[in-house]
């Protein structure tokens, strides 16, 4: 496993990427909720024959792409609260 290496930040630079990769996260996760929506809506105003499954290939990949920066954003907050920011 990847060693801690926000530990090595100082408490300005912590607290500058921890705001950083929480407003990225909330800027995936809505743009990820919009294109669940728009899905549905396609799916469901649509004849279900005339779509194809790749439609759907977003909804699949996007968590994999979260993941990485979800594990990001974990380790910043355990540092902060290390630190009692």
């Known amino acids: 496993m990847k060693k801690n290496s926000f530990s090595k930040l100082d408490d300005q630079a912590l607290l500058t990427k921890l705001k950083l990769v929480q407003g990225v996260l909330l800027g995936f996760s809505l743009l990820y909720a919009i294109i669940i929506l728009v899905l549905l809506y396609l799916f469901f105003n649509r004849n279900f024959g005339q779509l194809s499954v790749a439609i759907f290939v977003p909804i699949i ?25």
């Open 61 to 85: 990949v996007l968590p994999a792409v979260f993941s990485p920066l979800l594990i990001s954003f974990s380790m910043l907050k355990k540092e902060k609260t290390a630190r009692n920011l």
